[in-house]
Structure formats: C-alpha cells, structure tokens
C-alpha cells in the first residue's frame, strides 16, 4: 500500500521569506500523480499545486513550486514571497494512475507566517 | 467558478443515531468520493463512487456506512447507528474524470460530532 509521510508538524516563516515543506512517498507504482493541498482555518481543502510522475520538470504555479525528485520518493513545496494567507496546513498526497483515484494523504505539515 | 457543496456544515447527534451527510458536486463531474479527518488526524478515504455504484471503498467503509446519489444532483454518505469515533470532519470531492489529471474539488465538509 501507499504511504505518504510529511516529517515536519510545524514550520514557521517570516512574511515575504520562503519556506519549503518536505514529503516522501513509497509506491512500487512508476506512473502516478502527487498534490499539494492547503486547508486553512475554514477547512476547506484547497489544490496548490499537482505534478504527474513521468514529468521531469518540476511544476510551479505562481509562488507556488515542487522539488520532485522520483528516485528518491521526495516531493517538497516551497512557497516564496510567503503571505498572511498562506498560513494553513498544507497536506501532500498521492494518488495512483493505474488503481482507481483514491488520494492518500500525509499527515499535514502546519505552516505559520509571522508578520 | 463551480464549486463542491456540503449539507449541514455542523451536525450533532447522539450515540446509535443515523445521519445523513450531504453533497452537491460540480454539475459536469461523474465520480464522487468521501473522506474524513479525525481532529488532528490526516485525510483518510473512505469511498468512491461512478456510475451508480460504489467502485472503491476503504476498510473504514464498513456495513454501517453507504452512499447513495439519490437524483442528479445530491450525493450522500448515510451512517446508519453512529458511534463516539465517527466524529470527525467529512469531506465530499468530485472529479470530472478519472485518470488523466483527474484533479479533486473539495467540498467545506460537515463536521460530525457524536454524543
């Protein structure tokens, strides 16, 4: 079975500096998908950013980008320029190409942004 | 921008009672799912749902839960005698497609609390 592991509970970032959040995945899957979603206070869950694995580069959406490295099993976010708004958790997830479209979460990282 | 809505935002009931959590996904979507965070858990999977039928469940999802897209537009997930640990925050998602980018929306949640 899948697992994704987010190591960090907690970062903290000053306003308008970066901060990047770790994950790390296991599958035996070669072709799948991973996402980053933000649940800030109101719980909704919000896609940041998606990267499909037979892509080498790396996708970015506005100060929004992933480091996926698919030998190491390693997909971090970094979010630059860090705003008020962008505290939230922020929750990483894998879903397979082949096995149906379940997503399968990390445990959430907690992102803080000091004014 | 469409967007996933979810019936009642807050719902208590007592010990052994049913509940009905409702949904309405994006109009044009054809595959509907529910998940569920404990407080200060991750986001766990419980069901997906195309066509009419169920085509994955989690070992969560057992006999006391079922799904059910009663017209064109509601898709609910029914908890038929309720225990202390179903309390969590469920979560509706649709997706238009499955595979491909296959991206979910999700929806507030309802936030269960069982007495």
């Known amino acids: 079975a899948q697992t994704v592991t987010q190591s960090q509970p907690e970062m903290s970032v000053q306003e308008a500096e970066t901060v990047t959040l770790s994950c790390t995945y296991d599958?035996?899957?070669?072709?799948?998908?991973l996402f980053w979603y933000k649940q800030p206070p109101s719980r909704q869950m919000i896609l940041v950013i998606r990267?499909?694995?037979?892509?080498?580069q790396n996708a970015t959406e506005n100060r929004f980008s992933v480091n996926f490295q698919k030998a190491a099993k390693s997909f971090s976010l970094k979010i630059s320029d860090s705003q008020l708004g962008d505290a939230a958790m922020y929750f990483c997830a894998y879903r397979d190409k082949a096995a149906g479209n379940k997503l399968t979460f990390g445990g959430g990282t907690r992102v803080l942004v000091k004014p | 921008e469409p967007e996933v809505t979810q019936t009642p935002s807050h719902q208590v009931t007592q010990m052994g009672q049913e509940v009905i959590l409702r949904c309405v996904p994006i109009s044009n979507h054809l595959y509907f799912y529910w998940y569920r965070q404990i407080l200060g858990q991750k986001v766990e999977f419980l069901v997906s749902?195309?066509?009419?039928?169920?085509?994955?469940k989690s070992e969560i999802f057992d006999d006391q839960f079922s799904v059910e897209r009663p017209d064109g537009s509601n898709f609910t997930l029914k908890i038929r005698s309720t225990k202390l640990e179903d309390s969590a925050m469920y979560f509706c998602?649709?997706?238009?497609?499955?595979?491909?980018?296959?991206?979910?929306?999700f929806g507030p949640g309802t936030r269960l609390t069982v007495t």
């Open positions: 990267q499909e694995a037979y892509k080498q």
């Open positions: 749902f195309y066509n009419n039928e169920i085509s994955e």
């Open positions: 599958t035996s899957e070669s072709d799948y998908y």
């Open positions: 998602a649709s997706s238009e497609a499955l595979g491909g980018r296959g991206e979910q929306y």
